[in-house]
């Protein structure tokens, strides 16, 4: 079994490298689009950093010079953070409930998480900015059950940020896990029972550290995401807690300053590319292989 | 009388309106090897989930010991299970797969360590114990599942079909080692399986699953030798049925006729007959004898027109064609004398021992 399933997947491996180098020629015209109206803009705006108001690095020196920067930095991480743990914890059992429902079912929650990611990422944050305002449903609901007394200050802070973010973000965490999870046997999860197992034991033993592919891979992806989220903090966040993506707006939009906006945006994707190198070293598409 | 050791009691399990076992009524003994033998659906591996503490039953009790299962959950039971397919956690190495059990038993690391180390003694896997299952045959990993589910010294090991995802010659060497795993071990074994080959070769006793029921429990030779239902009987052992009519009944015997041939004394009969009913006598091509010429004088025959000779090995396979169409087959040694020069469309008397020979009614 085992022997037959390393000789297809490297059978497999050969055939695609094949496929990938006859292919190559075909894709060209789409390579050059991607060059000319995304690699070419994005190599002109880091060139704006180092060479606006004048040539050198002066830009990146104010940028992680200056401690309100430095605190935007902080706190684009925080929100990005809290987004993914929070994320995670609520996708991790969704997916796994999605692995083991009924199919009719599974197939109508995917239909609403397909919808949600369908529906304009604009009209879901004024949603739930009308929901979490101090009038909104929900504070009004706690105040006429009697659990609180004053509205809660569920908008324009961290709360409303994370809440609207991970609302967000939770397709892009529960999809690759569904994945991840589906493919383990459930009767492996009955061996762990029968081994004496608890259910505790079976899921931090076992469903958890299998699972963990899918859940790096969401995680970095969520995390990734948030780092350069904008319209969500812009609509749901206040002004003590802006992120990364609001600050090079206004860099560009109210200071047309584009250099520091062309050095906020290179730091942002310096991180991104190295958190991504790090997910495809260590459960990159040859790890998973391995496995 | 002494408590019998596991004792199923009238178990029963409903899905909505399907009912996949009933009336399952069961007794082992410490360090028996029982076979639940049926086809696919035949409520076998209900059973065995049941007692695995997967499935709750709809009704009836299970008890070990004297002590009733069905309120216990799967990981307190202290049962091991070896399943149909590969169950090892593929992020842990062999050994440490065998020691999970006793990690959450909360075992010692040397205690640990030894019984891993005899484990894969016990199943001849020395020097895998840093190996991933992937690296591993399926035979190897119905090994390793088997060492993982034993080093928790089970009072029963539930076996789900573990050897049907592997080859026959693998198969058969797995069977030896399960036996001789067995012995060593006296563990008491339940096992799931369709294929009656295997059940005969490792079990000491059988209980034959048809349709959710138990249709008969017994030894190897006790179900091939008395089958209670036809289906024991097509499902032990090769068997050929011949509709006859039932002319009298006495004492469990029936005297019965085929087509227009003579009466026929003395055939047990299972299942409610009526004389003058119609009923199937089911004949074993082993037992039958054959000659050619004249009708024995010694048995009771059938004559028949030969449709088929077929040589296989040590054994000469005849088919024949009763009076009324029926096929009957006949397995003789090779170089039996009549055999010699026989042919296509030849007639053959088939004679059979009455006493030998079982009818089965409705």
Known sequence: ?291 | MTEPFLHIEGLRKDYGIVTAVQNINLTVERGEFMTFLGPSGSGKSTTLYILAGFENPTAGDILLDGKSLIATPSHKRNIGMVFQRYTLFPHLSVGENIAFPLKVRRWGKAAIDARVREMLRLVRLEGFEERKPAQMSGGQQQRVALARALAYDPPVLLMDEPLSALDKKLREEIQHEIRRIHQETEVTILYVTHDQEEALRLSDRIAVFSKGVIDQIGTGPELYANPSTRFVAEFIGDSDFVTCKILSMRDGLADLSIGAGAPIAGVPVHGIATAGGTASLMLRPERLTLTRGTAPQAMPSLPAAVLDITFLGSNIHVAASTGSGETLSVRLPFGHPATAGLSRGDTVFLGFDPAGAHVFCG
């Open chain 1, 1 to 291: 079994m085992a022997l037959l399933t390393d000789t297809s997947s490297s059978a497999g491996a050969v055939k695609s490298r094949v496929v990938r180098q006859y292919n190559f020629a075909q894709t060209l015209p789409a390579l050059l689009l991607i060059l000319v109206f995304f690699v070419l803009p994005v190599l002109a705006l880091l060139l704006r950093s180092v060479m606006e108001p004048e040539p050198g690095f002066g830009n990146y020196a104010e940028l992680l010079g200056t401690t309100t920067y430095l605190k935007i930095f902080l706190n684009t991480f925080i929100v990005s953070a809290l987004v993914t743990v929070v994320s995670l914890l609520i996708g991790f059992p969704v997916a796994w409930a999605l692995a083991i429902m009924p199919s009719r079912l599974s197939t109508v929650v995917f239909a609403i998480l397909i919808l949600s990611m369908w529906t304009n990422l604009l009209t879901r944050t004024y949603a739930w900015m009308v929901l979490l305002q101090r009038t909104g449903v929900i504070n009004k609901t706690l105040m006429g059950l009697g659990l609180i007394n004053e509205p809660l200050p569920l908008v324009n802070n961290l709360i409303g940020v994370t809440i609207g973010m991970t609302y967000i973000m939770l397709p892009f965490i529960i999809l690759p896990l569904y994945g991840v999870i589906r493919r383990i046997d459930p009767a492996i999860l009955q061996a762990a029972a029968l081994c004496g197992a608890t259910r505790f034991q079976a899921l931090t033993r076992i469903l958890i550290p299998l699972a963990a592919p899918g859940m790096v891979s969401g995680a970095l992806m969520v995390f990734v995401m948030s780092l350069g989220y904008f319209v969500t903090p812009a609509l749901l966040g206040g002004t003590a807690n802006m992120m990364l993506a609001e600050l090079i707006a206004q860099f560009v939009q109210s200071l047309v300053n584009w250099g520091m906006g062309g050095a906020a945006a290179l730091v942002l994707l310096v991180v991104t590319l190295t958190l991504y190198a790090i997910q495809l070293r260590l459960f990159g598409p040859a790890r998973i292989g391995e496995r």
